[in-house]
């Protein structure tokens, strides 16, 4: 079974709204970062979390690592239609190889204006 | 600041005819490089890493290769492409160890490779 797991697997929210999306591991995470994606582009780096319950935030966007270190949110308040496209988390494993992210299969977000 | 570039940015290739993409990074010295491909429903998989000239390291048997001939220049090879390499491919760099969550990996724009 895939390790990182990510949901949705796809979001078509009003814009003004806000949204979650989750990301869930299998095993203990020693560091854990989100990516967006715009549709045949490359991915832009968001966020890196590293400690247990932190916290950080980027103009509307905010992520979160649970204490265990198992599971990351992604927050966006108020979305707008820039916000749309594909968003991935990248976990960092302890014995996975110490240049390895495994990532998630992604979560495309539609914002309808 | 550090920016990477890959081309071509797309690609049409024939079965059985031979591949190369290319990738650098500008604003950086001695940066880990990676090759990565997303398959449709399949996710983002790394291929190649790099820690240094000439030092590569596979991470899944396949029809690919990757060569690092210098500090900033990673390439992604075949001498025959299958329909199975269709994808897009995505180069990363990174100054310390991402697997460990103590640094970023940063990714090109991409090729979107199609095999015929």
């Known amino acids: 079974s895939q390790e990182l797991e990510q949901s949705p697997q796809s979001l078509i929210v009003q814009e003004g709204k806000n949204l979650t999306i989750n990301c869930t591991s299998s095993k203990t995470l020693y560091g854990l970062y989100w990516y967006k994606q715009k549709y045949g582009e490359g991915l832009i780096f968001l966020m890196m979390?590293?400690?247990?319950?932190e916290e950080k935030s980027h103009e509307k966007i905010t992520a979160k690592l649970d204490e265990k270190k198992q599971q990351s949110s992604l927050h966006i308040t108020a979305s707008q239609p820039s916000h749309a496209g594909i968003y991935l988390c990248g976990a960092a494993y302890s014995g996975a190889g110490s240049y390895q992210l495994t990532f998630g299969k992604g979560t495309k977000l539609s914002v309808i204006p | 600041s550090q920016t990477i570039h890959q081309w071509p940015a797309t690609l049409v290739q024939p079965v059985g005819s031979p591949l190369s993409l290319e990738c650098t990074v500008e604003g950086t010295s001695n940066p880990n490089l990676y090759w990565y491909r997303q398959a449709a429903g399949r996710g983002l998989q790394l291929l190649f890493y790099s820690v240094g000239i000439g030092q590569i390291s596979s991470e899944v048997p396949q029809n690919l290769s990757a060569s690092r001939p210098q500090d900033r220049q990673f390439i992604l090879s075949s001498k025959k492409l299958l329909l199975s390499d269709s994808g897009f491919y995505l180069c990363?760099?990174?100054?310390?160890?991402?697997?460990?969550?103590?640094?970023?990996?940063?990714f090109g724009p991409g090729t979107r490779l199609t095999v015929l």
């Open positions: 990363a760099w990174s100054l310390g160890l991402a697997g460990l969550g103590t640094d970023t990996q940063y």
């Open positions: 979390l590293q400690k247990g319950g």
